[in-house]
């Protein structure tokens, strides 16, 4: 896969479409998915619990933010540990939430790069007819 094409679906992934035809939006509301793509039908939940990778994406980016936010504001602003851990704990809430879409749209882009599918295979497409 070349540079160029890598940067287009990384970007549709970004902007949370269809990383296949980059057209579609992924999602119906705030944290509802369509089921599959409204414009190429690319399914996006390929199996169950597809999308567990995206929990751990979440986690991991919730995680280090956290940790270099704190180190950050230990570094630059004196506040408690108290207080930092008020302020983390809100943030390890919220940001969660926030970053859901994000997550799951990145985890569909990173699986349809490296595990492109097949269009004849059924698990991939919505039946037709
Ligand atoms: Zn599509």
Do not use: H, K
């Amino acid at each position: 896969m070349d540079l160029q094409r890598t940067r287009q679906i990384l970007g549709r992934g970004f902007s949370l479409r269809c990383p296949r035809c980059g057209t579609a939006p992924l999602f119906r509301g705030p944290f509802s998915m369509y089921p599959d793509c409204l414009s190429c039908d690319l399914r996006f939940e390929r199996e169950q619990g597809y999308f567990v990778g995206a929990i751990y994406i979440n986690y991991a980016v919730t995680a280090v933010t956290a940790i270099v936010g704190y180190f950050a504001l230990d570094r630059f602003i004196s506040i408690s540990l108290a207080q930092q851990l008020i302020l983390w704990s809100i943030y390890a809430v919220f940001f969660p939430l926030f970053f859901f879409r994000y997550s799951r749209s990145l985890w569909l882009t990173l699986d349809y790069m490296f595990n492109p599918e097949i269009p004849s295979d059924e698990r991939y497409s919505r039946p037709r007819g």
